[in-house]
């Protein structure tokens, strides 16, 4: 793939329960994603943090997968401030590269 | 990893309003994509196109995800269509990098 | 984007019949997973298997995703274990980089 006329994003993807959602989806907007998907009612099961000892969920805890793209110079900023979010609950944050055709949308 | 054994692909994302999605998915098998996953349901706030000034998706808006993985050889003329395709209604497109395990499932 | 503080991982996508989605989360508890995020009843269509001659899944097919990240290092077994539990049944597998912001969770 040439990738012609794509340009490359950053994509956040971010596992909470759907109780921290409505923060969670508030924070990325303030935070520099211009707008995101969302998907309810995903379940999961893990993950051990080695602090905790325990499970950081449980298989019938209900959680939203949020997905957002961003530019990659306000990614930094994000993952800041999810970083602090997500260091008091459970959740898990994947960042990974991404390529849309439209970038205008995500500024 | 070593990603032995793996075949690299090219995974097209596809967030289209869910009154659309049936167009799409018949667009993605024309187009190059042997097959897809559709997540239905989800739900999506902005992007802010700057053509329009306005949000692109609000959040009661119904939407479906659709992921495609396909040969690089064949997604430039999938993301050429889908472009096409989404000049004139929302919706956006992500494309990455994925490996797949049979990639004659995939042609 | 720096990924300052992010640790590299890789992520396992797998998309298999419901009826099977038990034992692939089984699977991958026992695999080398920590844990993972599962989406229930996406459809899928497709995709074409050419020792089959026929669709992999048809449109009607409840679908479960389960998206799972673990360290590279651990990578390897799992998807060699995934190779095999898909290799008498539907299913395909994505394998991508992706990072993460608290690595200790996925060991």
């Known amino acids: 793939m040439t ?3 794509l340009t490359r994003m ?3 993807e971010l596992v909470v329960r759907g109780a921290d959602a ?3 989806r508030e924070l990325l907007s303030t935070s520099g994603a211009s707008g995101y998907t969302a998907v309810s ?3 999961g099961l893990g ?3 080695y602090h905790e000892g325990r ?3 449980n298989d019938e805890a209900v959680l939203d997968l949020l997905i957002a793209v961003m530019p990659e110079d306000r990614s930094d900023g994000l993952i800041a401030a ?3 979010f997500l260091s008091d609950k459970p959740g898990v944050m994947f960042v990974s590269e991404t390529f849309v055709s439209r970038p ?3 500024v």
Chains 1, 2, 3 share one sequence.
Request: no cysteine.
């Open 41 to 43: 009612n995903v379940s």
């Open 82 to 84: 999810l970083r602090i």
């Open 104 to 106: 205008e949308y995500f």
């Open 22 to 24: 409505r923060a969670a």
């Open 47 to 49: 993950h051990h943090g």
């Open 3 to 5: 990738r012609e006329g």
């Open 10 to 12: 950053t994509k956040v």
């Open 55 to 57: 499970l950081l969920f």
